[in-house]
Nanobody
C-alpha cells in the first residue's frame, strides 16, 4: 500500500478526530495532497487539499472552519484535523496524492480509506 490512512473511528457529535496519511518519500516528495470522503450512497467528494510547501490549503465549504489540513514533509505524512464533527461528516475518508506541487484537482493515487462515524 503506497498511501496508508489511519485515525478513523466512532465519535459523538461535537468531538474531534485527526486522520493521518503516510506515504513513501518517493510518492510524497513535491506533490500536493488531499482528502476526499464518500458517505453511504453518495459519490466521493473533495474535503481539503494542501500544496507541497504547506503554504496553500483549500477546503470544501461544508468543512471550512472546522477541519484543518496540514503536512509534515519530514515524515511524509498529511493530516486532517477534524473538529466539531457532525453526523453529516460520517463517511469513508480517503487521502489522495496530487499530480503537481500545487493542488489542481488531479489525483494520481488513492489511499485505502478510513471510516469516520459520527453519532448524534
Amino acid at each position: 500500500v503506497q498511501l496508508q490512512a489511519s485515525g478513523g473511528g466512532s465519535v459523538q457529535a461535537g468531538d474531534s478526530l485527526r486522520l493521518s496519511c503516510a506515504a513513501s518519500e518517493r510518492l510524497f516528495s513535491g506533490r500536493a495532497m488531499a482528502w476526499f470522503r464518500q458517505a453511504p450512497g453518495k459519490e466521493r467528494g473533495f474535503v481539503a487539499a494542501i500544496s507541497w510547501s504547506g503554504t496553500t490549503a483549500d477546503y470544501a465549504d461544508s468543512v471550512r472552519g472546522r477541519f484543518t489540513i496540514s503536512r509534515d514533509n519530514a515524515k511524509n505524512t498529511v493530516y486532517l484535523q477534524m473538529n466539531s464533527l457532525e453526523p453529516e461528516d460520517t463517511a469513508v475518508y480517503y487521502c489522495a496524492l496530487g499530480r503537481h506541487i500545487g493542488w489542481h484537482g488531479s489525483v494520481d493515487s488513492w489511499g485505502q480509506g478510513t471510516l469516520v462515524t459520527v453519532s448524534s
